[in-house]
């Protein structure tokens, strides 16, 4: 049984604790929130990150222009997933400022406690 609550709700939950870090890089600036989450909740959020970012492995170099919509980039956003008794996952995703607070938000990471 998990020791913390989910935070995208507050339950409690039988199972393996499992983590969401996302790191926001803006301006010089680097901001991590960490979410605690459920298994149920876990696949929703490894679902939307799996659907809107890229995995680490795949970048080349940071890009110019937004993954999403085409315009210049203003953010990187990194997102490390750790599942029970697996090595992490790690994904990135380059963003206009609209679409990086587009991105963060359907990610939820309010829910979670800044780094």
Same mark, same amino acid.
């Given at each position: 049984?998990?020791?913390?609550p989910c935070d995208m709700n507050g339950?409690?939950?039988?199972?393996?604790?499992?983590?969401?870090?996302?790191?926001?890089? /803006?301006?010089?600036?680097?901001?991590?929130?960490?979410?605690?989450?459920?298994?149920?909740?876990?696949?929703?959020?490894?679902?939307?990150?799996?659907?809107?970012?890229?995995?680490l492995e795949d970048m080349l170099e940071?890009?110019?222009?937004?993954?999403?919509?085409?315009?210049?980039?203003?953010?990187?956003?990194?997102? /490390?997933?750790?599942?029970? /008794?697996?090595?992490?996952?790690?994904?990135?995703?380059?963003?206009?400022?609209?679409?990086?607070?587009?991105?963060?938000?359907?990610?939820?990471?309010?829910?979670?406690?800044?780094?």
């Amino acid at each position: 049984m998990a020791v913390y609550p989910c935070d995208m709700n507050g339950h409690r939950y039988a199972a393996a604790q499992q983590s969401l870090y996302v790191t926001i890089c /803006k301006n010089g600036d680097t901001f991590t929130h960490k979410l605690r989450l459920c298994p149920m909740h876990m696949d929703i959020e490894l679902g939307l990150i799996r659907g809107l970012m890229k995995p680490l492995e795949d970048m080349l170099e940071a890009g110019m222009v937004c993954d999403s919509c085409g315009a210049r980039t203003e953010a990187i956003i990194f997102a /490390k997933v750790f599942l029970p /008794k697996q090595e992490p996952l790690q994904y990135v995703s380059d963003r206009c400022g609209g679409c990086q607070i587009e991105l963060t938000n359907r990610l939820q990471i309010g829910n979670g406690r800044a780094l």
